[in-house]
């Protein structure tokens, strides 16, 4: 790597030429910092790792590094809380991670970079929701959707109807069902055509799929490369109840696991029973079962039909 390629910069300090010739930069502003002017020379920048307090300077780093494949945005004490609409300028980002996110959406617009192939969001811990873009089906060289959140608490993501046209994802970390608008609710048939899917794929918001038939549109068992699969069957209708007892058991039949599985976790399910015929044989490699609220089940699964279980 050539002499001054890879430059840090945290607050002050003036930078002069050496930035010029950079094409990865650490870049950690402190609170009510400008940024410096000198900066805006790095015209062949690459990589840009910022750190900041507020997302007020944002804008005119995306107005200058065009050229830039990959970003990571990070803010101290909870000030990122939006992502300015000149992220779309960056037409050849192929990575973007953005940690202790605070905002209550992403903007439309990102849903033009349709270069970008890895997506990494880390959400703060009090925030309970986050609505992703309705036009993310445009992403269509996505491999990477990887959703976390600080803490304990289970984040909730809105996802928007037609992210199963993203038939390049490979990594999906969590998908959800149902959404605030009855028009734009992301169903689970939305899975259906994501058969490249490895390791681990978490779902949630089960409790919101209407019937069988949605779940059997899944097709999960064609997921044969996912080795771990979570299943969560919370809904948005808590009093429902009774209804659920039926409709669960309908929708855990539909949705056979891929062949493979090593590690299923099931929670709060409302079913009396489990585990139909046809998973039992999908199940030949399972080493480890969490069954997590079951508290109508009348039986437990069949365990020793899992030769491989560590019990």
Known sequence: MAKN?????IGYEESGSIIQNARHLYLEIPN???ILESIYSAKTLRTLIFVGYNDHKLSGLFQHFRRLRTLTLSSRYGELKEIPDAIENLIHLRYLKIRNYHGDGLPENICNLCNLQILKIKVGSEDRFMKLPQGMSKMINLKHLILKEE????????????????????KLS????????????CELGELKNLNHLQGTLKIYGLGNVVDACEAKNAEPKKKIG????????FGDNLENHGGRMVTDVSVMNALEPPPGLENLAIHWYCGTTMFPNNWIMSLAKLRRLTLRGGLNLEHLPPLECFSSLNI
């Open 226 to 233: 996912l080795r771990d699969l979570d299943l969560n069957f």
């Open 5 to 9: 390629e890879c430059i840090t910069i």
């Open 151 to 170: 803490g304990y608490w289970t984040h909730l993501f809105e996802f928007p109807r037609g992210i199963g046209r993203l038939s390049s994802l490979t």
């Open 174 to 185: 969590r998908f959800y069902v149902g959404g605030k608008d009855d028009n734009q609710r």
């Open 32 to 34: 009510n910092a400008q």
